[in-house]
């Protein structure tokens, strides 16, 4: 069986409801799902909700609620909201699902058989937000100062509990091993670098992978240690071979694993960086099933301040899409746009109301919306709303450049987004959009229009119909529906989008009528 690209977000922690943060990940793994798809690949997309642990505890509490009924609530706001930004996972999986909690407990069950688990008791700084414990060496605690989470950065608190643990120092001169051998397996470099500082330094003795019940009762059961709970990270992780099939589904399991691209943001790098190939390799994965790549994308912040559910600054995608950008009939590719092409992925990014505003104004409304305008305007006018039939191209000096241009673009965007790299395909779409109405103005087809020059007017409107034809394959995976719309208003509803096609030239088919045109970015009010 053929492999499937594999590509996964983190699970969402579901104490409170999805912020731009959760929505950045998200849209930046559909884009990579639908770019394969274009490519005529198989592809699996994975996303869902981490339901456990004491924040959701907490959370449910403060609301009245019990932690299921909290849950399901908020569950409920992560599905409207991919569904609000035409996020295109092929599975949702929550944590609470049988499916996943009865692999959680074959693999803690292996482990302890295998005698790869210890019991013991473990004194520690606990923080509650990360569910995260830290020694005092990790913490490089001084005297007099307040003890603080490596991570987030807010108070903890000094615990002593029994559980069971996970060796994590006994895998380190494995995982540096392995680091160093697979270079692309943590990117972007940064985070590589990050990642191999620290296993120049011990790791931790071991990792504490339960909860007791009386502390946490809200978690998966130890199926041999009734009084205690699985660590909600320990539980989470799994979810990436719990639904391709781990240990119950080996034909499904090899179709999709290893996963091909994983999703995090940059505060989850240790869990995912080191806890996660350890318990991988603990369970007996060999490095050839490790994931091929876990990237770790920046924060998005307003001013020096990163966004986060704890210092109450969230901006919330729902409000963006449908209150500020509400006069916008495809607010939610704006966003989308905006979030891939903003900042490089991998850095962090400063958000406000004004850089999406100016995104929308001077990339989409004023240079691809007014390209389509323009161009189909034309059409219509100069070519009884028929595509044109095109002369010669290389009759002109304007001709051969804007189409070797146009048939290369698909080569760039192989280049970049395989690399991650949404931000530069982007700027080589707006490149080609740029050099296209810059087009139209050197050739002036209405000038051609008042000399009678039919032939060579057909040949720039056609010219420019195919520009239009390959931005709108290339932008499909960032904007779906303005690609969609693009494609109709072509008259191109009944041909499948292909990858393939963007780099052929020419393939649109002369006396085909446009089909009905409407304003794809309406005027931004100052």
Same mark, same amino acid.
């Given at each position: ?13 579901? *104490? ?10 998200? #849209? ?6 639908? =770019? ?18 004491? !924040? ?26 991919? !569904? ?11 944590? /609470? ?47 007099? /100062?307040?003890?603080?989470?490596? *991570?987030?950065?807010?108070? #903890? ?18 995982? &540096? ?7 692309? %397996? ?52 799994? *979810?990436?071979?719990? #639904? ?47 994931? &091929? ?7 998005? !912040? ?18 963006? #899409?449908?209150?500020?950008? !509400? ?42 919306? *007014? ?50 790299? %949404? ?15 810059? =087009? ?18 057909? /040949? ?67």
């Amino acid at each position: 069986m053929a492999k499937i690209f594999y590509i996964t977000t983190p699970l969402y922690y579901v *104490n409170a409801s999805p912020h731009i943060g959760h929505s950045y990940t998200t #849209v930046a793994a559909d884009c990579l799902a639908r =770019y394969h798809r274009l490519k005529g690949e198989s592809v699996f997309f994975l996303t869902g909700t981490d339901e456990h642990g004491q !924040k959701i505890e907490q959370a449910a509490a403060a609301s009245g609620k019990t932690p299921s009924v909290f849950v399901d609530e908020v569950v409920e706001r992560f599905a409207s909201l991919w !569904k609000l930004l035409s996020i295109s996972h092929d599975d949702f999986v929550r944590t /609470t699902q049988p499916r996943h909690t009865q692999v959680v407990q074959v693999c803690l069950t292996k482990l302890r058989q295998e005698g790869k688990l210890q019991q013991a008791s473990y004194e520690g700084w606990y923080c509650t937000p990360c569910e995260t414990f830290w020694t005092d060496e990790e913490l490089k605690l001084k005297p007099g /100062t307040t003890v603080t989470c490596g *991570n987030c950065g807010r108070g #903890v608190e000094r615990v002593k509990e029994d559980g069971w643990y996970l060796p994590l120092r006994q895998h380190q001169d494995w995982l &540096r091993g392995f680091l160093a051998s697979h270079p692309t %397996f943590i990117q972007p470099q940064t985070r590589y670098n990050e990642i191999a500082s620290l296993l120049e330094q011990p790791l931790p003795e071991c990792l504490c992978i339960t909860r007791p019940r009386n502390r946490v009762a809200w978690g998966i059961s130890v199926p041999f240690s009734p009084q205690h709970v699985t660590y909600v990270w320990f539980d989470a992780l799994l *979810n990436y071979v719990s #639904v391709p099939g781990y240990l119950t589904d080996g034909t499904r399991f090899e179709s999709l694993w290893p996963a091909d691209a994983q999703f995090i943001g940059k505060d989850i790098l240790r869990h995912h960086a080191v806890y996660w190939p350890i318990i991988l390799h603990a369970l007996g994965l060999s490095d050839e099933q490790m994931p &091929r790549t876990i990237f770790a994308h920046g924060w998005w !912040k307003i001013g020096e301040q990163k966004i986060s559910k704890s210092r109450g600054n969230i901006v919330d995608p729902t409000v963006v #899409v449908k209150e500020f950008l !509400k006069d916008q009939p495809y607010a939610a590719d704006v966003y989308r746009y905006f979030l891939l092409r903003e900042v490089p992925f991998g850095q962090d990014g400063s958000f406000s109301e004004d850089a999406i505003a100016k995104r929308l104004s001077t990339d989409l409304a004023n240079d691809l919306g *007014n390209l389509v305008h323009r161009t189909l305007s034309m059409i219509e006018r100069y070519s009884d709303g028929r595509l044109p039939q095109a002369g010669p191209v290389g009759c002109a000096v304007e001709d051969v450049p804007l189409r070797d241009e146009a048939m290369g673009l698909a080569k760039q965007l192989d280049e970049r987004l395989p690399a991650l790299d %949404f931000s530069g395909a982007l700027k080589a779409v707006c490149h080609l959009i740029t050099h296209a109405n810059r =087009y139209i103005e050197s050739t002036a087809p209405w000038q051609l229009a008042t000399e009678k020059d039919s032939a060579r007017l057909h /040949t720039v409107l056609a010219m420019l119909a195919e520009v239009i034809r390959i931005a709108a394959i290339t932008l499909s995976p960032f904007m779906p529906s303005v690609a969609e719309a693009m494609w109709e208003q072509l008259g191109l509803q009944n041909v499948p989008r292909r990858w393939l096609d963007a780099a052929q030239w020419p393939t649109l088919t002369a006396g085909q009528p446009l089909g009905t045109r409407s304003v794809l970015f309406p005027k931004v009010s100052s």
